[in-house]
């Protein structure tokens, strides 16, 4: 899949592409729902109903990644809530393997993300992976995020790499249609970023299930 002589610079997303997107799932969609239910006396499906809309129309934007924003918009310290139930993060299957190896050649290994400093800090702390990354940057820093085509030049102006070596994995179709229109040449996709769900069927990129099929090479 991927002719790894060709790059020399890995951009790596975090949640859904190294992590189980499960925990975010669970609680944007459950125990955020429940919270909200309980501090406003509501019924859970109550409370998922007005929720859905909101979520939903931030999508896209800064403000869906930002936990200060939340914690205002919904009345609840959403970074607590987080670390309330921290245990549920979990690193995707042979994505350690991956990075180990890819941290023994000589390229530049980046972690480029939308989560919030706070949640970043606290992945990070879960799943030991800080060491493996030559640079670690939240969209937050540079005041849009990934899914904006702006924020690509903003990131290479930051951290100078060549688009053309350039490999992204990105779970988010939006984000890598964001990173192709800036010229990023090699792009992937994770089918598998809930391990709770079924695989998706991605037809616009290269999918890849685990961090094994690319492997090969390497």
Known sequence: MIDWNKIDTVLLDMDGTLLDLNFDNHFWKEFVPLKYAERHGLSLGAAKEQLEPRFKSMEGKLEWYCLDYW?????????GLKAEISGLIAVLPHVVEFLEKIRRSPK?????????????????EKTCLQPFFDGIFSSHDFGLPKEHPGFWPLLQEKH???????????DSLAVLHAARQFGIRHLVSVSRSDTRLPKKVIIDYPAIEDFRELMTGL
């Open 160 to 170: 100078p790499f060549d688009k053309h070596g350039a490999l992204l994995i990105d």
């Open 108 to 124: 530049q290994v980046l972690l480029v993300t939308n989560a919030y400093r706070h949640s970043l800090g606290l992945k990070m």
């Open 71 to 79: 914690s205002r918009a919904l009345a609840l310290d959403i970074a």
